[in-house]
């Protein structure tokens, strides 16, 4: 079984920073693009920042110059580094992957369970 699990989320005062991690687990072959995801309340699921296994990076217009995507395949972990946090930012963020199983030829859809990040004074 696949599981991706977030982690690193919390209460942040305005201008603080954290740092989340999602790592994915299981008899993984390989994994496509990463991406980051966040749903406010109220309101749709929007991308905040993608990176493919090559290391392309995309962020949302909202996070770019203040947000930071990497990922480390050795470790099938992909990281969201969050500074100068604004309450705008409150939200549950969710990791997302397509990952192929081994002994597949095909790319499934993975979502993580979702981590709380809450900015406030």
């Known amino acids: 079984q696949v599981q991706l699990v977030e982690s690193g989320g919390g209460l942040v005062q305005p201008g603080g920073s954290l740092r989340l991690s999602c790592a994915a687990s299981?008899?993984?072959?390989?994994?496509?693009?990463m991406v980051w995801y966040r749903q406010a309340p109220g309101k749709e699921r929007e991308l905040v920042a993608a990176?493919?296994?090559?290391?392309?990076?995309n962020y949302a217009d909202s996070v770019k110059g203040r947000f930071t995507i990497s990922r480390d395949n050795a470790k099938n972990t992909v990281y969201l580094q969050m500074n100068s946090l604004k309450p705008e930012d409150t939200a549950v963020y969710y990791c997302h992957a397509r990952i192929v199983r081994i002994g597949s030829y095909l790319a499934s859809t993975y979502w993580g369970q979702g981590t709380q990040v809450t900015v406030s004074s």
């Open positions: 990176i493919t296994s090559g290391g392309s990076t």
């Open positions: 299981g008899d993984i072959l390989s994994i496509n693009a």
